[in-house]
């Protein structure tokens, strides 16, 4: 979810997870198929959330049927992600939520990573209520109005307080700033994963209790869980610099792509495909729900999504 240095969304899906490692360790995890002498390949980075799995199933589905690559996949946290593509043991990475640091230190100064376009999608992490609750309470949506139902939001893992919810603890989010400099009275959670939170989130709706969560969009999960943004300060630009002193909203953000640049000066139709290859939210929660909600692979939603898209993908086998 899964975003800036500050804030990056949360969030693990069904694919193995890599957590805990420093940059190094995370870089080792390449493909085996990275650098292969001769070989036609494409080796992707793959961040753990759904969308980010739809980005790369339908990117792999065309590079390997249409354009006749073999791609391989790596996941990788996304800041030792940057790392990866920067040494050449990723070809790309689809979909990024602004990592301002790394991209100084490897596309401005080292200029060992290339900008890749604009994803097409524009994201944005929030704090929401199920919007049952917000019907009830409209109140709740304003932050200000938050500790009037923190005891209805407690949990046995909120030591007392109002639970907020996030997702994955190895993402950097700015939560427990906001909940300090908000002075709210809210324990933030870690669920573990995009998965785990979920989960929550689905048992909470089922049993329509109240809940405050960390969430972002483009998600599939709005679909089937519908919720309400709470407003938090107005977000200016720097408001966000200093991570501990951080007390306003998160941003929108417009997901970037970003290639090894090597391999964008040198990897021919591949590295033209994934430069073109820009699609709307809408495409990406209809591969993502068909992921995480109908439980297909990610080739096999690929593939169904491309069976009804041909316009849209054909427009990225351009020169």
């Known amino acids: 979810m899964r975003v800036r240095t500050t804030s990056a969304v949360a969030g693990a899906s069904a694919l193995l997870l890599l957590t805990g490692c420093g940059a190094a360790d995370m870089t080792k995890q390449a493909s085996p198929f990275a650098n292969a002498r001769g070989a036609k390949t494409v080796t992707l980075s793959v961040q753990s959330w759904v969308g980010a799995q739809a980005n790369v199933g339908v ?126 009275n809210y324990q933030v959670v870690f669920a573990g994963s995009e998965a785990a939170q979920i989960t929550q989130m689905k048992q909470f709706a089922k049993e329509k209790k109240p809940f405050l969560t960390y969430w972002y969009s483009p998600q599939w999960l709005f679909e089937k869980v519908p919720m309400t943004e709470v407003k938090l300060p107005a977000y200016k630009e720097g408001c966000d610099a200093d991570a501990a002193k951080v007390a306003c909203a998160y941003p929108h953000t417009p997901l970037q792509k970003y ?61």
């Open 59 to 184: 990117a792999r589905y065309v590079l390997e049927h249409e354009l006749g690559y073999r791609v391989d996949t790596v996941q990788v946290d996304e800041v030792p992600a940057w790392d990866a593509l920067s040494q050449g043991r990723v070809d790309a990475i689809l979909e990024d939520w602004g990592h301002p640091d790394q991209e100084k230190r490897y596309v401005t100064d080292k200029k060992t990573i290339a900008p890749g376009g604009d994803l097409g999608v524009t994201g944005h992490i929030g704090w929401y209520v199920p919007t049952y609750f917000a019907k009830q309470h409209p109140d709740v949506t304003d932050w200000k109005n938050l500790d009037k139902y923190a005891d209805r939001m407690r949990t046995p893992e909120s030591g007392g307080k109002g639970q907020l919810l996030d997702g994955s603890p190895s993402y950097v989010t700015n939560d427990k700033a906001l909940v300090t400099n908000l002075k709210l």
């Open 259 to 319: 290639l090894n640049a090597d391999f964008a000066r040198t990897g021919g139709r591949a590295a033209a495909f994934l430069k073109n290859f820009t699609w709307t939210t809408e495409d990406q929660n209809e591969v993502s729900l068909m992921i995480a909600n109908d439980r297909l692979t990610p080739e096999e939603a690929a593939r169904k999504w491309a069976d009804h898209h041909r316009s849209t993908w054909r427009a990225w086998l351009r020169p």
